[in-house]
């Protein structure tokens, strides 16, 4: 049982790991704005949920796992937002260059 | 397992320096913006692996505070520049 608790843990952080990756890469590579944000949103809902995700069967108690979730469903509600926010900034600068 | 998390934790912030690479050349502000966004967020990710190798249940308390704070840092970028372009805009039709 701890064999396969720690088997998920390895494949679900280093995916998340994967994904922070990704991200980093697509911000220094990608050509214009609007695909940095696409690669950002990558890193930032999938990246940081697989690691929660691997994190969870190390977890303590139920409590512990239910507040790294609720970091998880904080940080896709703000990543969301902040997307469409910039998103519209970035458009709405576009046309003044 | 410890030392598994803990390579985790320093590939995540070597991503992290790579994101500090992105805010210095970024060609415009939002990109910069972009890259604080994701270091906030990898912030969160090594304090979350951090708290589960070492054992501290208040790193996870922190990390909810920064996924807090990465998201006012990201809004009050974004009401800054919405004032600024829309004093643009007053200006520019007050000049036609």
């Given at each position: 049982?701890s064999?396969?608790?720690?088997i998920?843990?390895?494949?679900a952080?280093s995916a998340?790991?994967?994904?922070f990756?990704a991200?980093?890469?697509?911000l220094?590579r990608?050509?214009?704005t609007?695909?940095?944000?696409?690669?950002?949103?990558?890193?930032?809902?999938?990246?940081?949920?697989?690691?929660v995700?691997?994190l969870?069967?190390?977890?303590?108690?139920?409590?512990?796992?239910l507040?790294?979730?609720?970091?998880?469903?904080?940080?896709l509600?703000?990543?969301?937002?902040v997307?469409?926010?910039?998103?519209r900034t970035?458009?709405?600068?576009e046309?003044?260059k | 397992?410890t030392?598994?998390l803990?390579?985790?934790?320093?590939?995540i912030?070597?991503?992290?320096?790579?994101?500090?690479?992105?805010?210095?050349r970024?060609?415009?502000d939002?990109?910069?913006?972009m890259?604080?966004?994701?270091i906030?967020?990898?912030?969160?990710?090594?304090?979350?692996?951090?708290?589960?190798?070492?054992?501290v249940?208040a790193?996870?308390d922190?990390?909810?505070?920064?996924?807090l704070?990465?998201?006012?840092?990201?809004?009050?970028?974004?009401?800054?520049?919405?004032?600024?372009?829309?004093?643009?805009?007053?200006?520019s039709?007050e000049?036609?």
């Amino acid at each position: 049982m701890s064999i396969a608790r720690d088997i998920i843990t390895i494949a679900a952080v280093s995916a998340g790991a994967f994904f922070f990756l990704a991200g980093t890469v697509g911000l220094l590579r990608f050509p214009d704005t609007l695909t940095r944000l696409h690669a950002l949103t990558k890193a930032d809902n999938l990246g940081l949920g697989l690691v929660v995700l691997g994190l969870l069967p190390q977890a303590a108690s139920l409590r512990d796992g239910l507040k790294l979730v609720s970091i998880w469903l904080l940080g896709l509600l703000a990543g969301a937002t902040v997307s469409q926010l910039i998103a519209r900034t970035a458009r709405q600068g576009e046309p003044a260059k | 397992m410890t030392e598994f998390l803990t390579a985790a934790v320093g590939f995540i912030l070597a991503m992290l320096a790579l994101g500090l690479v992105s805010i210095l050349r970024g060609p415009g502000d939002t990109d910069r913006m972009m890259a604080a966004q994701l270091i906030g967020t990898g912030g969160i990710a090594a304090l979350l692996l951090l708290g589960t190798v070492i054992g501290v249940p208040a790193a996870v308390d922190v990390a909810l505070t920064l996924a807090l704070l990465a998201t006012f840092a990201s809004i009050a970028f974004v009401k800054k520049g919405l004032s600024s372009l829309e004093a643009d805009g007053t200006g520019s039709t007050e000049d036609q």
